[in-house]
T-cell receptor
Framework: GQQVMQIPQYQHVQEGEDFTTYCNSSTTLSNIQWYKQRPGGHPVFLIQLVKSGEVKKQKRLTFQFGEAKKNSSLHITATQTTDVGTYFCAGNNNDMRFGAGTRLTVKP | DAGVTQSPTHLIKTRGQHVTLRCSPISGHKSVSWYQQVLGQGPQFIFQYYEKEERGRGNFPDRFSARQFPNYSSELNVNALLLGDSALYLC????????????FGPGTRLLVL
């Protein structure tokens, strides 16, 4: 069945440094969604990518969907302490499969 | 408008017991999905209901069941609880089918002793 792998598992950065998390699916996806979950909280929707090669930006966050619609990335420029949390990708192909997440910590 | 609500927020049960978790979607949303999130992992899809019909089922045993009511609220039932069922159970609502944006509720944290 469909599997979604996400790396790295953890990332610790100094405030102001950049951060990237990568997501790979074993099958072609209809779309991919990204979520952020703060410690003790619930996943909050960030964005959905649908088209092959699509790139979307939200302020310091850049999301990419691969040409084959099997991989995706989230890049954060100049991290801030408010970026702390776990970032999940979720691949959608009949059902929704979440990656294990990348836990980001930011040192002030 | 209220977001997705879930009850109870926390629950402690013992092995073999039964549990019912409840979810109210955002007003106007017709789809409810249930997820299980074990500590340190991503949410795992359990069920999706749309217009009171089951539209998707994840790889969970038959001990897990759900239903959706005419007002689009939903219940998740788990029978014969196991220690491994301890997790955060998340409900997500969306306007239509699964491929749309999902809005998660705060979850029910279940501990099975």
């Amino acid at each position: 069945g469909q599997q979604v792998m996400q790396i790295p598992q953890y990332q610790h950065v100094q405030e102001g440094e950049d951060f990237t998390t990568y997501c790979n699916s074993s099958t072609t996806l209809s779309n991919i969604q990204w979520y952020k979950q703060r410690p003790g909280g619930h996943p909050v929707f960030l964005i959905q990518l649908v088209k092959s090669g699509e790139v979307k930006k939200q302020k310091r966050l850049t999301f990419q969907f691969g040409e084959a619609k099997k991989n995706s990335s989230l890049h954060i420029t100049a991290t801030q302490t408010t970026d702390v949390g776990t970032y999940f990708c979720a691949g959608n192909n009949n059902d929704m499969r979440f990656g294990a997440g990348t836990r980001l910590t930011v040192k002030p | 408008d209220a977001g997705v609500t879930q009850s109870p927020t926390h629950l402690i049960k013992t092995r073999g017991q039964h549990v019912t978790l409840r979810c109210s979607p955002i007003s106007g949303h017709k789809s409810v999905s249930w997820y299980q999130q074990v500590l340190g992992q991503g949410p795992q899809f359990i069920f999706q209901y749309y217009e009171k019909e089951e539209r998707g089922r994840g790889n969970f045993p038959d001990r897990f069941s759900a239903r959706q009511f005419p007002n689009y609220s939903s219940e998740l039932n788990v029978n014969a609880l196991l220690l491994g069922d301890s997790a955060l159970y998340l409900c997500a609502s969306s306007p239509g089918l699964l491929k749309e944006t999902q809005y998660f509720g705060p979850g029910t944290r279940l501990l099975v002793l």
